[in-house]
């Protein structure tokens, strides 16, 4: 499913983008504007927003497709297959208020720039979090000594199964998450196109297509064979993605908008034991984000 939600806002953006030079201005009775839509309201816009900035910040809910986790070091190398994980949102409260506590939600930081009247470059941090179900049964393949790492520690269940037995994993067997967090920092080129524009000119609405690329700087948190712990931030690896949204103008200098994203990242230098340059894990994961923002234009 998150393959094919991907690939439909790619095609999404690809129209968007190629109706560039088809593209009509809206003209009302009384002004010709200088914004540029596929929609053609009935109104327009009378001032461009080339060359001004913007920032949002807002917070998100993330679901993830099942993803392989491949777990190498000393005296073992095995895949855990099709593992299932969720995020962790926080609970609605003064948290996501508090000016000291605001960053521990799962969030979401934009600023950017309007190179055109309707195309904007733009750097954010999307703060998710990913958290492998426990417990749940999974394909184990591959191998483990039942010492591995150095020194050697006993290596659990994973040294009693076999290759291609499906296994059992439990909380004294495996805790992995990606909580603070699954962060993805990305550069972002968008396209807007107005839908509604008030006769006053002092409200709107615009939808927002984007592609975005960046890295993955996960502070992850992995427990395995008795070892582990919650490791500082660091770039285990990059991704792209995809994103539509709507955006409200109910002020000319702020905005409300939801929006969905979909993505595909490439983790591979995932810290796990805290034996860093011994053992460490990999995976891709597919991910779908619902955000809530709101904006400001200067």
Known sequence: MFKQISMFLLGAMAVSLSVTAQET???????NGVAKSIFNPKYNRLKSNKGKFFAHWGYNFSSYAKSDIRFQGQGYDFTLKNVKASDRPTKLGWTYIDPGRITIPQFNLHFGYFLKDNYSISLGWDHMKYVVDIP???KFVGHADK?????????GIFGEAKDGEYITLNDEDLAFEHTDGYNFAAVGIERYDDIWVSQSRKQSVNTEFGLEGGLLVPRSDVRIFDLGKNHYWNIAGYGFAAKAGVQYHFLKWMYLQGSFKTGFTDLSKIRTTGRNGIDKASQTIWFFENYWVLGFRF
Do not use: I, K, Y
């Open 25 to 31: 201005t809206a003209t009302s009775n009384e002004d």
């Open 147 to 155: 010492l591995v790492s150095d020194p050697g520690v006993p290596s």
């Open 136 to 138: 749940q049964t999974v």
